[in-house]
């Protein structure tokens, strides 16, 4: 079976920093991917490139085995059925729930006007199904917390229903209650067939909800382990250099 996401000696510099230096990462559909390292290792930068936000400056991306290197806008990403939550969440503040989930692809009648109607039902439909509660759907985003902001960012890229999620730091910031909801979020992603890859700071958080861990350091692969065959201690020391990384394949040895 192909990975339903593959990046394969994927390079990135910002002017003269390099930003992520030969990263391999494979992910599977129905599987939880973590992506973990300290701050500055490159995570938020691998999702961007996967996100078409970033083009790699050397590498490629592949998604079910067909090569995605040429992305170069978010656009084009989106029709090769990813979805993303950014870190920053991207939500409208003055606009309510609905309005958000439905950014980028909101329903017109006649081809026009918005069904606020229709829009709302739809939002309503997916925070049911997701088993989430966030309060009326007419509520404007600025008003709610941020574990509810948090939950309707990952509401909007659900109801997108698109095979590989990416959400970059889903739990930051977030209560124990709101965490959990979150985590029961992507555990019912990974039991829809959905490759859910996830950037977190929080171990436990990773340990309890991932299949498998991705280790970045100084913007390159240390290497992914199971979580069922490693445990926190060497996942530490892997981000922090204290384990030495795994050797790079054959093939992926920069020429
Ligand atoms: N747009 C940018 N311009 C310049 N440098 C950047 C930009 N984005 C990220 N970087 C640099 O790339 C490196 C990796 O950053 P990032 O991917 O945000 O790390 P992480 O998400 O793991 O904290 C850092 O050194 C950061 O300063
Ligand atoms: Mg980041």
Redesign the pocket.
Known sequence: MAPALRLRGVS?Y??S????SNVNLDAYAGEVHA?V????????????IIAGI?RPDDGEVLVNGEELAHVNSAATARKHGIAVVY?DLALVECLDIAHNMALGNLPRKFGIVLDRRRMEREAAEVLRDLKVRVGNVRTPVGLLSGGQRQVVAVARAVRTDRPIMLL??PTAALGVQETAQVGDIIDRLRASGKAVII?SHDLDFVFSHADRVTV?RL?RTVGTRAVTDTGREQVVGMITGAVPADPTPDHEVAS
């Open positions: 990135k910002f002017g920093v390099s930003a992520l992506i390292g300290d701050n500055g290792a490159g995570k938020s930068t691998t999702i961007k970033h870190q970059d730091e950037v970045l913007g």
